[in-house]
C-alpha cells in the first residue's frame, strides 16, 4: 500500500501515575529507553509519509528528548509537532492533527506498551472491506479491551473531524476490532511496573 501517516497521542497528564512518575507517559523508562522510542522503532517497519507527535503536559520535556537523542536526525524530513495548551480529550487532539493528515492513518496512544505489531494490523486494515454502517477502521484489542492502536481511512478522520466527541473511544465500537496477543497501559501503576521487565527484539537494542 501507499506511505501511510502517523499520530502518537501524547499529551495526558497521566494522574494515575501521580507519586510514581511526574513526566510525561511517553517517557516512562522500557528497557533502559523511553516508550516513545519503542513505538518509533516500530513505525519505522513501515513506510511512513507522515509523523504527528500530539503533545500537552510538560511537551518540553518531550522535546527535549527527542532533539537531543539523535531521533530527531531520523525523523526531521516527516515530524510535525502539535502541542496542546489545555489537554483536551483524544478525540479532541486527533483533530488538531487533520490539517497533517492526508491518507491512511495510524493513530497510537503514547502510553501503551504494544505487545504486537503495528504493521500485523496495517496487514489486517488492507484486508478490511469497507461496509456502509461501520467506520473503515480496524482498532487493536485484547479480548474486549482496547491495545492502543487503531489503523484508520482518510474518510473515518474526516467524520470525527465533523463530529463532537473529545475521546476515541466513543468511535471504537463502530470500527473493526483485531485481536492482538497483548499490550501494557503504562498509565496505569501495574502497567507502569509492568513494563519494566519487558524486553525488545534484539534489533531495537542493536539499533536505538
Known amino acids: 500500500m501507499d506511505k501511510i ?6 499529551g495526558g ?3 494515575r501515575l501521580a ?18 522510542a519503542y513505538l518509533l522503532y516500530q513505525l519505522e517497519t513501515i513506510k511512513i509519509n507522515t509523523l504527528v507527535l500530539l503533545l500537552g503536559h510538560k511537551h518540553t520535556e518531550v522535546l527535549n528528548w527527542f532533539f537531543t537523542s539523535g531521533t530527531y536526525d531520523k525523523w526531521k524530513d516527516k515530524v510535525v509537532v502539535v502541542a496542546e495548551v489545555t489537554p483536551a ?6 483533530r488538531m492533527a487533520t490539517p497533517a493528515l492526508f491518507g491512511t492513518t495510524i493513530v497510537i496512544n503514547g502510553d501503551t506498551l504494544p505487545c504486537y505489531s503495528f504493521k500485523s494490523l496495517l496487514d489486517k486494515y488492507n484486508t478490511t472491506m469497507k461496509h456502509p454502517a461501520i467506520l473503515h477502521a480496524v482498532a487493536a484489542y485484547q479480548r474486549d479491551t482496547y491495545a492502543g492502536a487503531a489503523v484508520l481511512s482518510h474518510e473515518a478522520l474526516v467524520h470525527i473531524n465533523k463530529t463532537t466527541p473529545e475521546d476515541f473511544d466513543f468511535y471504537l465500537p463502530n470500527m473493526y476490532h483485531h485481536q492482538v496477543p497483548g499490550f501494557l497501559d ?6 507502569f511496573h509492568h513494563a519494566q521487565t519487558f524486553h525488545p527484539p534484539q534489533d531495537y537494542n542493536d539499533s536505538h
Open 5 to 10: 501517516d502517523a499520530v502518537i497521542l501524547a
Open 89 to 94: 480529550g483524544t478525540a479532541a487532539a486527533l
Open 19 to 36: 507519586g510514581i512518575w511526574d513526566k510525561p507517559k511517553c517517557l516512562v523508562p522500557i528497557h533502559g529507553k523511553p516508550l516513545l
Open 13 to 15: 497528564y497521566g494522574t
Open 186 to 191: 503504562i498509565g496505569t501503576p501495574a502497567g
